[in-house]
């Protein structure tokens, strides 16, 4: 079946960064956009980063624009989030969702935890 299973997070100071992973398998990934959403505690779930299969295009919310970069490497099966910069507002559960296109979602990772002291 289908699994994606994300690492990486932790517990940083404001300033510091973070580089998540997010490992697929059980379908093709290389020709399947990815996306990073964030969930921050009683609030919805936001759209963080997306990229097409080939990496040439990605897109970000304007709250992590310049901050956060998007990045995958279809021969590992993973895409990576690089976190720099890190806000206290940046604190979530941070998940990785595949998708036939960029924005969309079929299938969700369980999430890792983000959390940012100021």
């Known amino acids: 079946q289908v699994q994606l299973v994300e690492s990486g997070g932790g517990l940083v100071q404001a300033g510091d960064s973070l580089r998540l992973s997010c490992t697929a398998s059980g379908l093709s990934f290389s020709w399947s956009a990815m996306n990073w959403f964030r969930q921050a505690p009683g609030k919805e779930r936001e759209f963080v980063a997306t990229i097409n299969w080939s990496s040439e295009t990605v897109d970000y919310a304007d709250s992590v624009k310049g901050r956060f970069t998007i990045s995958r490497d279809n021969a590992k099966n993973t895409v990576y989030l690089q976190m720099n910069s890190l806000k206290p507002e940046d604190t979530a559960v941070y998940y990785c969702?595949?998708?036939?296109?960029?924005?969309?979602?079929?299938?969700w990772g369980q999430g890792t935890q983000v959390t940012v002291s100021s």
């Open positions: 969702a595949l998708g036939p296109r960029i924005y969309e979602t079929a299938y």
